[in-house]
């Protein structure tokens, strides 16, 4: 840290005049606060404010929008993105046809993106968005444009900041809809199998497993064993009313065995999109236990609505901190949050890396076990 991010500067000591947003990769809860956040400090500051559509792709195409207060006005609280995004525009490698074979043919575009902020007298950019935005952002940053990093994500597994606006609202949601399957399962004595989301990273699953009091989680970083799983399906069977709730993270796996692979988006810098892992497990368990069992997949359903107070807290604070790098004249950082309070490390750091569980030095996988939660690797008695 340079300067302590919470004492207060408004002198835009950079001299930056005009800056650009953009809103790159998934969609998540909050991004809206964070366009906000960013756009009235800015104003507040004297500064004009770009908005960006579509992330990288509104730089290619030449598509942008000036942001003023009633463009941000009584956005705090909606889901989504109001620049909407994409998480296919890599400017360095953007499918701009198919070739004879119908393979898709890619392009550098950073020159025609560095042409479109020049004819837009764009000096600065705020990019909200993953790993793949802010190794995006890469090029442009090497041409002399400072771009500040917004970390969103609702798998919350970006290195080098402990929270991500997004991942508490998609927790809230899936632990909702976790809640909500224990009627039918209890009702109907069954095991419920719901698959969340989080890629390689259990840290949606763990939080809203433990929140619903899910009696099984099933992560990424912990391999599974089905046949301890079907000693809890049926160890909890034999009770009065017995039924289990499992709560499946989309890229668990069986030991020895491998992530079951939904669709692969050539063009996403994150190509793999997992799934179908919660039909297999919930089949596995029917097969083997005789339990009548079933698998609901949440989805995209854990990034919509309303964002909580808490990711409305968060991007506000991280669109401010964001901006006060940029007024400072600091350049190419990704603000973050570390033990609680706000740092900046360099933009790319995240790139390529994922912040995954350690299991065996994880205090909220600790806690879990001593709640009887099993793990799929027979480390959790069950009584
Ligand atoms: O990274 C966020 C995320 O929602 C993951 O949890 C999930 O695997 C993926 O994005 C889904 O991507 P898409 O919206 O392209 O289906």
């Known amino acids: 840290m340079t300067e302590p991010m919470h004492a207060r500067d408004r002198v835009p000591v950079s001299g930056v005049k005009r800056i650009g947003v953009l809103t790159g990769g998934g969609d998540c809860p909050g991004l809206n606060a964070v366009i906000r956040a960013v756009t009235k400090d800015a104003l507040f500051h004297g500064m004009e404010v770009i908005g960006i559509e579509d992330g990288f792709a509104g730089l290619i195409e030449d598509r942008v929008h000036p942001l003023d207060r009633k463009a941000v006005g009584n956005i705090l609280t909606r889901g989504g993105t109001i620049l909407g995004s994409s998480n296919k525009a890599n400017p360095q490698k953007y499918a701009v046809g198919t070739d004879d074979e119908g393979k898709p043919v890619y392009r550098d575009m950073v020159d025609v993106c560095m042409t479109t902020l020049e004819l837009h007298r764009i000096e600065a950019l705020v990019v909200i968005g993953g790993d793949g935005t802010m190794s995006a952002a890469k090029p442009f940053a090497d041409r002399g444009i400072n771009?500040?990093?917004?970390?969103?994500?609702?798998?919350?597994?970006?290195?080098?900041?402990?929270?991500?606006?997004?991942?508490?609202?998609?927790?809230?949601?899936?632990?909702?809809?976790?809640?909500?399957?224990?009627?039918?399962?209890?009702?109907?004595?069954?095991?419920?199998?719901?698959?969340?989301?989080?890629?390689?990273?259990?840290?949606l699953a763990l939080h809203?497993?433990?929140?619903?009091?899910?009696?099984?989680?099933?992560?990424?970083?912990?391999?599974?064993?089905?046949e301890d799983v079907c000693h809890t399906v049926e160890t909890r069977a034999q009770r009065k009313h017995g039924f289990t709730i499992v709560c499946c993270s989309e890229g668990a796996k069986p030991k020895g065995g491998k992530q079951i692979v939904d669709r692969v988006i050539e063009s996403s810098p994150d190509p793999v999109r997992l799934g179908g892992v919660g039909k297999f497990v919930a089949d596995q368990i029917e097969e083997k236990t005789g339990i009548e069992s079933r698998a609901v997949v949440l989805g995209h359903v854990q990034r919509g609505g309303v964002p909580v107070a808490a990711d409305r807290v968060l991007a506000t604070q991280f669109g401010h901190a964001a901006m006060k790098l940029l007024r400072m004249g600091i350049k190419n950082r990704l603000v973050v949050m570390r033990n609680g309070l706000l740092d900046h490390v360099e933009i790319t750091s995240a790139a390529d890396k994922q912040r995954l569980i350690e299991p065996d030095n994880d205090p909220l996988v600790e806690a879990a076990r001593s709640v009887y939660t099993c793990f799929g690797d027979w480390k959790t008695k069950i009584v």
Do not use: Q, Y
Not at 158 to 165: M, N, Q, R, W
Not at 179 to 200: F, L, P, Q, W, Y
């Open 147 to 203: 771009c500040i990093g917004v970390p969103k994500t609702i798998d919350n597994d970006l290195v080098g900041t402990d929270l991500t606006f997004g991942f508490s609202t998609a927790v809230a949601n899936a632990t909702d809809a976790l809640d909500k399957v224990h009627t039918t399962a209890a009702s109907h004595h069954r095991a419920i199998v719901v698959e969340v989301m989080g890629r390689n990273a259990g840290w």
């Open 208 to 226: 809203s497993g433990i929140a619903s009091g899910s009696d099984v989680i099933l992560l990424p970083e912990i391999p599974f064993d089905i």
